[in-house]
């Protein structure tokens, strides 16, 4: 394999491994250390095989924040890589009873978990394990419990910030403020009004969707990135579109919305991709220090 920067030494690399309600796990890189936001697998054995695909070796992760409690981002198997490779689980003190009991201790009831756990707060940064990554959040309106958006800084890359925002129905003032210390952003663009409109789904599970502790769609992600680069004084170095739903969107759908809003406001330079659903998509160099 190719040495990609960040993952082998200098730079900064963003990788998503997963996105969707299917699980969720993104990895960013730093100076060859490397801590993952969220890690929703359904086996280890997809977990070992993404982690091999990238050249991160397990022992070089330093920690997986869990953005909020909901399946595709916390689950058993996540518990048990956790312990397995002793990687710390960074999780939001409001979650961590609920999240252990119903993903951990309903599948193993009697068994004491042995990972290693670090409970944040809100508005309180804090350094992961071995002081490569810091990490500030705020709270974002989702139905997972206390959910995250996450502002962490890669202290051995010059102190490039990344933006971690993935489940959210609505956005305000503090998210916008901790997004706009942001170099690039990750932002959920889970849904197109054209396509929900026909959704087959129940009447419930939509409404639930577009509440404002659901998700965002297209249009209110790209309306959030604008906002962010006017606070901001400056536009983001470039957007990663995360967890599009399979049947509400599609990449092309969320891609060709969300650059012409961007173009409207005139961001139309900025560079946006998006990760592939259920899926690992393609490493994105955000700094090349080779």
Request: with cysteine; net charge positive.
């Given at each position: 394999?190719?040495?990609?920067?960040g993952?082998q030494?200098p730079?900064?690399l963003?990788?998503?491994?997963?996105?969707?309600?299917s699980?969720n796990c993104?990895l960013l890189?730093?100076?060859?250390?490397?801590?993952?936001v969220?890690a929703?697998?359904?086996?280890?054995?997809?977990?070992?095989?993404?982690l091999?695909?990238?050249?991160?070796?397990?022992?070089?992760v330093?920690?997986?924040l869990v953005?909020?409690?909901?399946?595709?981002h916390?689950n058993?198997t996540?518990?048990?890589i956790?312990?397995?490779?002793?990687?710390?689980?960074?999780?939001?003190h409001?979650?961590?009873e609920?999240?252990y009991?119903?993903?951990?201790?309903?599948?193993?009831?009697?068994?004491?978990?042995?990972?290693?756990?670090?409970?944040?707060?809100f508005g309180e940064?804090?350094r992961t394990?071995?002081?490569a990554?810091e990490v500030d959040?705020?709270?974002?309106?989702?139905?997972?419990?206390?959910?995250?958006?996450?502002?962490?800084?890669?202290l051995?890359a010059g102190?490039?910030?990344?933006a971690i925002?993935?489940?959210l129905?609505?956005?305000?003032?503090?998210?916008?403020r901790?997004?706009?210390?942001?170099?690039?952003?990750?932002?959920?663009?889970?849904w197109?009004?054209d396509l929900i409109?026909?959704?087959?789904r129940d009447p419930?599970?939509v409404a639930r969707v577009?509440?404002?502790?659901?998700?965002?769609?297209?249009?209110?992600?790209?309306a959030?990135v604008?906002?962010?680069?006017?606070?901001k004084g400056?536009p983001?170095?470039?957007?990663?579109l995360?967890?599009?739903s399979?049947?509400?969107?599609?990449i092309?759908?969320?891609?060709r919305s969300?650059?012409?809003h961007l173009g409207?406001?005139?961001?139309?330079d900025?560079p946006?991709v998006a990760a592939p659903?259920?899926?690992m998509?393609?490493?994105?160099?955000?700094v090349?220090?080779?």
């Amino acid at each position: 394999m190719v040495a990609l920067p960040g993952v082998q030494g200098p730079g900064v690399l963003l990788w998503p491994l997963r996105s969707g309600s299917s699980g969720n796990c993104l990895l960013l890189a730093s100076g060859g250390e490397a801590i993952l936001v969220d890690a929703g697998w359904g086996s280890q054995r997809g977990f070992r095989d993404a982690l091999e695909r990238t050249g991160v070796d397990p022992s070089s992760v330093r920690g997986i924040l869990v953005s909020h409690t909901h399946a595709d981002h916390i689950n058993y198997t996540t518990y048990r890589i956790a312990e397995k490779h002793a990687i710390p689980l960074y999780v939001h003190h409001r979650n961590w009873e609920r999240s252990y009991r119903m993903h951990y201790l309903e599948r193993a009831p009697g068994r004491s978990w042995q990972g290693e756990r670090f409970l944040f707060r809100f508005g309180e940064p804090f350094r992961t394990v071995g002081g490569a990554f810091e990490v500030d959040a705020v709270e974002i309106p989702h139905d997972g419990g206390a959910c995250a958006c996450f502002l962490v800084t890669c202290l051995n890359a010059g102190g490039y910030r990344v933006a971690i925002a993935t489940d959210l129905g609505a956005w305000g003032k503090r998210v916008v403020r901790l997004m706009a210390r942001a170099d690039y952003l990750v932002v959920e663009s889970n849904w197109d009004p054209d396509l929900i409109a026909r959704s087959s789904r129940d009447p419930r599970d939509v409404a639930r969707v577009m509440g404002n502790r659901g998700h965002l769609s297209n249009e209110a992600a790209a309306a959030l990135v604008s906002e962010v680069a006017v606070l901001k004084g400056s536009p983001p170095r470039g957007v990663l579109l995360a967890h599009l739903s399979a049947d509400h969107n599609s990449i092309t759908t969320a891609l060709r919305s969300v650059r012409s809003h961007l173009g409207r406001t005139g961001l139309g330079d900025v560079p946006v991709v998006a990760a592939p659903r259920g899926m690992m998509g393609e490493p994105v160099v955000l700094v090349d220090a080779r």
